[in-house]
């Protein structure tokens, strides 16, 4: 059966910016208030990102509860419990049945509408956005009904996640799409390299320009 192509869903994974709870790597040089202030900034970036591209709907799948930094244009479910394949499939299940499905996390501030061209209705059967990291910061489905095939029981956060993850994808027999390699913020060094690559009026490198200048 042919999976349905059009405007996909699409999905943001997160967790609620607590001091304490992102960005812990962050910490030093920055204070864990400081990290969640810039992980709250990247995801900001990145949901501004999403309500550029044409999409059927829009959700946020949440770790905690959305805050004012939450624009208008998304949906938002609670992430299912268990590890990050858990609930990566758990949030694809919201979508059965809508057609295609693009799942991003919040670590890549730098993300830009025009990556996602064509995303569901280009003819492919799944989208692979790799990370620099060895993970993967986009995964996209025709038919994301497959998901918990296809992602349950992948090793999350090592260096081999995501050549793991696209070779479940090819041995399943999809046609996949690759998307640009990016960088997620996790250390200093990857906050320094994104922030120079974020589009202009990007929230992510203002508060990490601001922060910079509190330090001198």
């Not at 059009?6 to 967790?15: C, N, S």
């Not at 993970?135 to 090592?158: E, I, Q």
């Amino acid at each position: 059966m042919t999976a349905a192509t059009g405007r996909p869903t699409l999905l943001v994974i997160a967790k609620l910016p607590l001091p304490g709870r992102v960005k812990t790597r962050l910490t030093p040089p920055y204070t864990p208030r400081e990290a969640a202030a810039l992980a709250e900034a990247s995801l900001s970036d990145t949901l501004a990102a999403l309500l550029h591209v044409p999409a059927r709907r829009r959700v946020l799948v949440l770790d905690g509860v959305p805050g004012t930094w939450l624009p208008r244009g998304f949906d938002v479910v609670p992430q299912v419990p268990g590890g990050l394949d858990e609930r990566i499939a758990g949030a694809f299940a919201v979508c059965d049945n809508e057609g295609p499905a693009l799942l991003v996390g919040m670590d890549t501030p730098q993300l830009t509408e025009d990556l996602l061209t064509g995303i569901g209705q280009d003819g492919h059967d799944a989208w692979f956005g790799p990370a620099a990291d060895g993970g993967f910061w986009a995964l996209g489905l025709a038919d994301p009904a497959r998901a918990g095939s296809l992602v349950r029981g992948v090793p999350m956060s090592t260096d081999r996640t995501g050549a793991i993850q696209r070779r479940r994808l090819v041995d399943a027999g999809l046609s996949v799409r690759d998307l640009p390699l990016l960088r997620d913020v996790d250390s200093t060094a990857d906050a320094s390299a994104v922030a120079g690559l974020c589009p202009p009026g990007s929230r992510f490198a203002a508060m990490l320009a601001s922060l910079a200048e509190v330090a001198r």
